[in-house]
């Protein structure tokens, strides 16, 4: 079947890999990783480090926004962006896993945009809050769902201040926000894993160790002639 798929279009490719990947007994697409914690807690240092070692098998989900574009930003890299009619009526069809308004935007993670990762033998990696894993949750999204919790809310706040990438109003608004997103995060059955980040190593060990199995299976299947 593999053979099948040779010389055809990308395009055309990553759909027979869909196809076969959905359709053929002990063949699946590779899980979506949910990560989600506290702003500050380090989730996006934990998976750099993923994306950096593992080049090819992990992908950060794109979402999409209303809002501009800011300089520098490009369509598709940072965000897809799209107008709020567009949104909305894609909302009204059901082409989002999650979507949420903030500040008068909204963003969202398109299905298709997981599949076209999937289907293309990739693991993709959505960093969403809470109410994001809430609403994935609620679509029966089958991912593995971890939680990134810091030592304790001191070490967060020094760890946000020595980010200097907030105003002290921001600051505080995160570290609230945090106290929640800790509630949710650490309640029995709410995540599969939870990985407490205080040495780095060792956090990003534990992160690879329950991805390990997942990254063998993409390598395996990308080695296949
Ligand atoms: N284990 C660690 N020890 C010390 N510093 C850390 C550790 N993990 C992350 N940091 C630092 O803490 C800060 C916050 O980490 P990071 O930006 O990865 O958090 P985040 O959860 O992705 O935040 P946000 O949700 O706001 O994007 C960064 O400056 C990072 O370098």
């Given at each position: 079947m593999f053979v099948l798929c040779r010389g055809l279009s990308g395009q055309v490719r990553s759909t027979a890999r869909l196809f076969l990947r959905t359709y053929v007994p002990g063949m699946a697409l590779p899980r979506p990783v949910v990560i989600c914690g506290p702003s500050g807690s380090g989730k996006s240092t934990l998976y750099n480090k993923l994306l950096k070692e593992f080049p090819g098998v992990f992908q950060l989900s794109v979402s999409h926004t209303t809002r501009q574009p800011r300089p520098g930003e490009l369509n598709g890299r940072e965000y897809h962006f799209i107008n709020r009619d567009q949104f909305q009526e894609n909302i009204k069809q059901g082409d989002f896993l999650e979507w949420a308004e903030f500040s008068?935007?909204?963003?969202?993670?398109?299905?298709?945009?997981?599949?076209?990762?999937?289907?293309?033998?990739?693991?993709?990696i959505l960093d969403i809050d809470t109410q994001g894993v809430r609403n994935v949750k609620k679509a029966s999204l089958e991912a593995v769902y971890i939680f990134i919790k810091p030592p304790s809310i001191d070490v967060l706040e020094k760890r946000l201040?020595?980010?200097?990438?907030?105003?002290?109003e921001a600051l505080q608004k995160r570290l609230s926000a945090a106290r929640n997103e800790l509630?949710?995060?650490?309640?029995?059955?709410?995540?599969?894993?939870?990985i407490t980040n205080d040495d780095l190593d060792v956090a990003y060990e534990k992160l690879k160790g329950i991805l390990i199995k997942a990254i063998d299976e993409v390598k395996n299947e990308q080695y296949k002639p």
């Open positions: 008068g935007n909204i963003y969202g993670t398109s299905k298709k945009a997981l599949e076209e990762v999937q289907s293309n033998n990739v693991i993709p201040r020595s980010r200097k990438t907030e105003t002290e509630e949710y995060g650490l309640k029995p059955g709410n995540f599969q894993h939870i």
